[in-house]
Every structure is written in C-alpha cells, then in structure tokens.
C-alpha cells in the first residue's frame, strides 16, 4: 500500500546525504551526494531502528557459513554480542559503512552514546566515501595479514 506523503511535512529525501555505491576501498561502500558540513547527524531517521542483541554462541550454532558471516560482516560486535538489524532485510545505508584505507583518517565519528549516532568528523565532499574507526564502536578482530 502506498503512502500518501502530501500530507507530510518531510519528503523522503529530506537530511539524505548519501548513498549506497561502489566503494574503492571494499565492495559497496557509503557516498556522498551532496556536502555534509562538519557535525552533521548523517543518518537522519536511522536513529529510531531498532537493534537486538544475538548471543555469539547462538551464532556458531548456524549451520550456513553465509548466515553465519551477515553477523561477522555487518553487526556491531561487543564482548559476547552481536547488535544487529531487527532484520537483515531491513539494513539502512549506515551498515554499510567502510573503514578508510590504512594511514587514512575516517570521516565519520559514531557517538554510542546516542544510540550509533554517525555524525561527520569534518566537511565531507560530494561524490566522497564516507568511512568510519569500527573500533569506536564494535571489538571486531584485528584483519590478519
């Protein structure tokens, strides 16, 4: 059913300042479509999502090593958690998120306290990937060289 949006104050392109698009550091990554100033929420209206939590021994159990690597590739990790997207299905654009190339500095910060907000760490340029330290936010496994 569609919605009539007429009626609302807010079109569905409103504080959208990205996109998803080939990355040239890993796969998809997350691209501005306009310039973000400095301090900018990025992710406007993501903020309501819902995360829940997935022990990590419930993950091991899954038999399919593709289910199993949605957690590893997209969930923010803490000591015995996964938080994840209510469903896979339902992943925003902020999942999407790369960390910038080794010496590069990211351009997005992520405030925990305020429930995963992204927020721009520096003016972001149209047309710029946008990256983050996942470290700030998720204990994910240093990549083996």
């Not at 569609?2 to 550091?25: D, E, F, M, W």
Request: proline share 6%.
């Amino acid at each position: 059913m569609a919605i009539n949006i007429t009626n609302r104050n807010q079109k569905p392109h409103y504080k959208v300042y990205t996109r998803l698009g080939s990355s040239k550091i890993h796969g998809i990554g997350v691209i501005a479509i306009r310039n973000i100033p400095k301090g900018t929420d990025i992710f406007y209206g993501d903020e309501k999502q819902n995360l829940v939590e997935v022990k990590k021994e419930e993950v091991k159990k899954i038999k399919d090593p593709s289910t199993r690597k949605l957690y590893e590739d997209f969930c923010i990790i803490k000591s015995n958690v996964y938080l994840c997207p209510i469903n896979f299905n339902q992943m925003t654009v902020g999942w999407y998120l790369n960390e910038p190339k080794n010496g590069e500095k990211p351009n997005v910060g992520c405030d925990v306290q305020r429930d995963y907000i992204f927020y721009a760490l520096r003016d972001i340029k149209k047309g710029e990937e946008l990256t983050v330290d996942y470290s700030t936010f998720s204990k994910r496994p240093k990549p083996q060289k």
